[in-house]
């Protein structure tokens, strides 16, 4: 049981540490007759992993085990399955020689019915993968369906018709003539780190935090302690910090672990963004004064008594009441690098872990900086009225914030209440209440705050020049709706005017037609690189001149919430056994990407041809020059 947790500690901690899972399991059923079956599991195991036997030693990896959920009178079988003969060598992670099998494995097991009419066993395996450096441990449960054509009865959720839809979806797609063009796919990592690295340098200079600083640091400079005792404190308490907020992370690796799809559903939920809507406006409303949002007193008061143990875990407490006694600042910022990692609809925990590691060293650097080099403390500028303009400046930020929440909501519902135009003319009345708020009275003179005004007020001036032109605000695609999302009236609702359908069975017709290639864009519509990529990559002259003449766009927005109608609704049974529902479009379209591509993030283009050819490896976020490249890759392939 403690290996169990241990080694279930340690997945959490090292979830995006590879690319993907370094195991995948698929199963086959066979029917030998009537009553008997033989199921198959097959291990696909990436290159320098290893997957561990059902009869590795105890002490060593965890084996892996299968357990059947719902084994009682209705069927026969053992637990213990033929698996293939294993390689017995030694582990560099536990020092011993263990049982393990690398690149593939398989494992088979005959089950007899004693209930004719069973048509689904559920079988839930266990096992670990390690690589030199590393194991992670993971749990799957499979629904095994053993007659794909017959009704089952076991779960009448899932009807054959239910399962007919959802087969429907898989394309006879040819995947063997791969163009093996490299690509490097752009990362938002870095620029998250620096999103949260400003924001947790904005957050210093909070009235919750700033004051705080020269006390910290004299608790730790005056202790009657010898001077390298003192600076280890410090060093502690800045790497406390650090972890306290990566730590606030990890909750959403577990979410990304159990459903890749679940932060993208998140992030384009209506209800979630309305409710961000609120949240960043009472937000606001705190920042300008009204009201503290706070940490109920008792939880604050149990951490500074902790605080006062000494060692390292006082220091660690230390740390924490700083987290929570300045909530009520930093909790707005927080919640903005939250929502901006998770509307990433690839790689979200990921981004959120990298933005919480800037924004705790950001926050963390004064204090131990201070302890080693005390007499800096000097320097630092007292507190005064600038910190209450600063946080009223926030509260204005936030206030901006809060309305592209609601955008988001009205771009998936598509409400329209939010066009282009209105969204930009309420950000250019933010943005100029916020420098008017800043000058007041003081417009002449020349100091950090009349900088900030009149940059606000450049901003207000900029983004007006988005209402002549969607051309002069491009900086800012990914933030401000679309540009086919407008008032005025467009040829049509594709990216750029360009010729595309949001079907991609009428647009596999016209592709055939026309004798185009087709670019499945699978996209969203508060999908931030999505717009990038439209807005900054397409419409360089080149690529459009390739994607205009060469291609038909597909682009399938995963997140649009038109309801099917009732004959295009289905039921399926995920890898775990629930039960999912596809009730609306973006539903089908994203289960339509996970079947045929293996993928749930956005933007992620596939060329192909109509006949089921992918002519490229598909691609996802990337530059201008990787992406014109790759189009003409692809025009290319398509002539041989």
Known sequence: MIKNIFFAIISVLSLNSQEKEPVSWSYEVNKVSNLDYEITFEAVIIDGWKLYSQFSPEEGSIATSFKFLNKNSDYQASETFDEDPYIVGYDNVFMMDLFYFEQNASFKQSVKLINKDLNQIKIEIDYSSCDDELCIFRNQTFNIILDKNKKIVQDDNVTLDDIKKYNSLELDLDKTSY???????????????????????????????????PLTVSYFIDQNKLKYSSLISASLYGAFIILIYILLSLPFHLFDSLNPNILNTISTNVYVNITFFIVF???????????????????????????????AVGIFFMSLTLALVSFSCTGPILGSLLA???????????????????????????????????KYLSVIPKSGIWLKKLKVSLGFIELALAFKFLSNADLVEGWGILKREIFIIIWVVIFLMLSFYLFKNQANKINFKNIFAWFFLIFSLYLTSGLISSKNVRFLSGILPPEFYSIETKINDCPLGLNCFKDFEDGKRYAIENEKIILLDFTGWACANCRRMEENVWSKPAIFNLLDNNFIIISLYVDDRTKLSQDEEFKYLNKSGNVQYVNNVGRRWSLFQQINFNNASQPYYVAMIPSGKILTEPIQYTSEENFKNWLESSIEESTK
């Open 340 to 374: 901006g990692s998770l509307s990433s609809t690839s790689s979200g925990a990921m981004q959120l872990s990298f933005g919480m590691f800037g924004f705790g060293l950001a926050l963390a650097l004064p204090f131990t900086f201070l302890a080693f080099y005390p």
């Open 179 to 213: 163009n093996s063009y490299d690509v490097i796919q752009s990362s938002n990592y870095f620029e998250i780190f620096i999103f949260g690295l400003l924001a947790g340098f904005l957050a210093l200079l909070t009235p919750c935090i700033f004051p705080m600083i």
């Open 281 to 311: 406006i009472l937000f606001a409303i705190s920042f300008f004064g009204y009201f503290d949002i706070v940490i109920p007193s008792n939880i604050i008061s149990g951490s500074e008594k902790k605080s006062e143990k000494g060692g």
